[in-house]
Structures are given as structure tokens and as C-alpha cells.
């Protein structure tokens, strides 16, 4: 097992990880920006590092300054979380390089899965599901049109590289194609320095569901069943959920079957997610794989009763996986809402600042993932998620009540965050039947909250 761990992350997934290695008796280093100087979770590291200014380009992204902090420390291993360096394959390479373990894939593996256009290429030839669309990368646009009116419109344009909802456009007629091609081009250019856009069809009213897998680097790989997140805003996740409450016993076999071939046929090791869109007829699409530890993975573990943190820094260790596909066991209904510092009065828009009063709920099968507490604040550089609130309960039902219960507990002050617009979602008769798809929030919600323009 390794000796000490650096993380070269912050926030509720720089605790998280934190807490996973104090349990293993594994110590920490911590590396912060200017930015996060004197912030909470790195009062729990055994050691913390200042390796530069705010924006991450300057700090959480420099992956020399990073691995020089891990020397000098005398880490180990490096744990990305998700983020910022989690699916950098060069990264992965140069902390193996340098000797230092990276908990995650190989960086082959993390190529292979990562580019959205190379993925789906794999999926094919291992006959998982895709959405119909262009065989690899979009060249010319005489090619394009013809392709797009044999698939027929709506259609998607999608960045190889694209994530966080970026590099993303839905073209509804031809005469918009080009265009969007192009704006899909610069889009992904400036977030993720490549242009590379593919096409899918857009499918009408589809549920996301994605399946948790987890391997060893001797081969074995097993999944840990599905998480239904279908609540998103611009294609964002907002509410994460297990089981699914919209697929039936055949398609998650199918589903779960899929994302293991796919993983197997990628030498994939360690945490990753497969995800797929499921249309209203229950036909499910591969959309795209993510080679890291994803914000919702306590929803995974709360029905399967495993630590997923721990798993990874065990098989980054060289250990075998510390469970197999049939020992894993799925009970009750776990249900996660994002709360972020955002005020959904305004269109979503950040609101950071000082936290003067934070009053987490508790209760039976309640957890909260958070670096909040009285007087933390909340920096404008970086992300908005200020915590994750994950309910646990036997039935689905029951966890939607807790979960309302716990939002209505939950005192966020004087900041604006996401949970007065999650009380309402989460309390939506729709939302209770499982009858949403993936543009519930813009149908329901959007034209319900005031806009600032
Ligand atoms: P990102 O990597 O940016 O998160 P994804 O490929 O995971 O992008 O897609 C994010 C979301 O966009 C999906 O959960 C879904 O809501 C929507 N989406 C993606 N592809 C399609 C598609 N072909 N048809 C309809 N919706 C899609």
C-alpha cells in the first residue's frame, strides 16, 4: 500500500479522498493555490503545499509544479479526483514516469475511452449501442449535410475532446449545420485546444443512465450498476440516482453488460463510467465514457455499500479488486442533489462569497459531501459545487421524501445556492413518477425563473 498519497485536487472531492486514505492509514499531501490558502479540507491533510497563483491554468492544472510538490514531499501516488487533471493522459504518463503511481487508468486506456470519437469507434466494433451518426470525425461539409439528412435532423455536433456540456450543438434544420459546425469548432477549440466535432442523431426525450465500473490492473472488471442522471440543466447533472427508476430488469443487465465489454476491450483498469442515453422505448445509445472517480459516485456507494475511493487507491497499489462481480450486492434507493453556489432566480449564475451560516442535515442514511461550515467561502474561480447531499433508503419513495426533508433542513447563508430550485424539482409529481427526460428542467423550470435580461 502506499505511504502517503497527494492530491492534486480541492473542494468536497479533495476531503473525500482525504477520508479514504485516514481510513487506510495512508497520510496526504495536499496542493492549494493562493486562491485556497487557509481553506477547510486542507486543514485535514497531513501536509499542504502552495504551487501558485488562483487561476488553475497557474496551480491545480500545473502538472510539473504538481509532481515537483510530490517529490518533495515523498509521496507516492497522485490522486487527480475529477477535474482539472483527471483525464489528462500526458499527466498519468509523467507522474508514472517520474515514479509516482497516478490512481486511475493507464494513460493508453485514458486516449483510447477519453476521445469521444475514438470510444465510440471501439464501441462499435464491440457492438455496444452507439447513436447513428458519422463514422469519426467530421471533414467535409458537402459529406456532412448528405449524412445528417440521411439521419435526419434534429442532429447533435459534438467535440471529440468536449465535456461539462461544452463543444456541443443541436442542429434542427439544414440550413443551420454549417454554422453550428463551426461555432461546435470554436467552442472546442478555446475550452479544450482541439477542434475535432463528430455528429450523432439527437434523440428525442432520452434518460441519462451511466454505469459505475471498476477494474484491476490484472484484468478484472466489474460494474457496480447503473446511476440515472436524467435531471440536468444544458446538459449539466443536477440530481444523480440509483437504481434507475426508468429501466427494467433486461435492459440494466444489457447496459451493465455493455459497459464491461467496452471497458475489457480497452484494458481499462481502475474507477471509470460508461454512459449511455435510454430513448422511451428503453433502446440505449453508448454517448461516452469518463476515465475518472465522476461527482456522483457516493450514489453508487450507498447502494452497493463499497468505498470507491478506497478501491481505486487499492488497485492503483497493485492490489487485486477487494470484491467481484458476485459478491457485489445492490440494495435500497440512493438519490444525490448537486447544491452549488448559483442562483437559479438569475440563470444559474455563480454566487460566490462568505458562508456565514452552514447547517448541514442529518438523520438516518443522510451524508454530505462538503467542505462547507460557518465562515468557509466560496472562491469565483473555481466551481460552484459547495455540497453534495446524498440520501439513503430502502424504496424510492422513501428516499424522495428523506431527501425533501433534508433540503428543507439544509441552511446555506446569506450565499445563493441551488437548493430552493432542488426543493422544487425534487418535489415535482414528475420527477416522483420517473417520467423525465433529459430537457425536463428547461420545459418545467426555466420559463418558471426570472430572467435577468
Ligand atoms: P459532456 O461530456 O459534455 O458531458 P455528453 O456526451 O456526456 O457530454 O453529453 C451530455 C448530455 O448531453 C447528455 O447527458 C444528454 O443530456 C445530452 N446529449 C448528448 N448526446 C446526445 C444525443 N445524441 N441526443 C440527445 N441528447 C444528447
Redesign the pocket.
Known sequence: MFRRILIANRGEIALRIIRACRELFVETVCVFSEEDRGAPWLEQADRALCIGAPAPRDSYLKSDRIIAAAEVSGADAIHPGYGFLAENAAFAEKCRACGLAFIGPSAEAMRLLGDKASARALARKLKVPT?PGSDGLLEDDEQTLALAERIGFPI?I?ATA?????G?RIVRERDELSGAIKQARQEAQTAFNNADVYL????DR?R?VEVQVIGDEAGTIVHLGERDCTL?RR?QKLVEESPSPAIDARVRRDLCASAVRLCKGAQYYNAGTV?F?VDPKGRYYF??ANTRIQVEHPVTEMVTGLDLIKAQIKVAAGEPLPFSQKTVEFRGAAIECRINAEDPDHKFRPCPGQVTKFRPPGGPGVRVDSYGHDGCRVSPRYDSLLAKLIVFQPTRPEAIRSMLRCLNEFVIEPIKTTLPFLRRMIAHPDFAAGKID?AFVERTFDRMTKSDE
Open positions: 447513436v447533435i459534438k468536449g465535456g461539462g456540456g461544452r456541443m450523432e442523431k439527437y434523440i432520452p441519462h440536468q446538459h454512459e442515453l454517448i461516452e433529459t
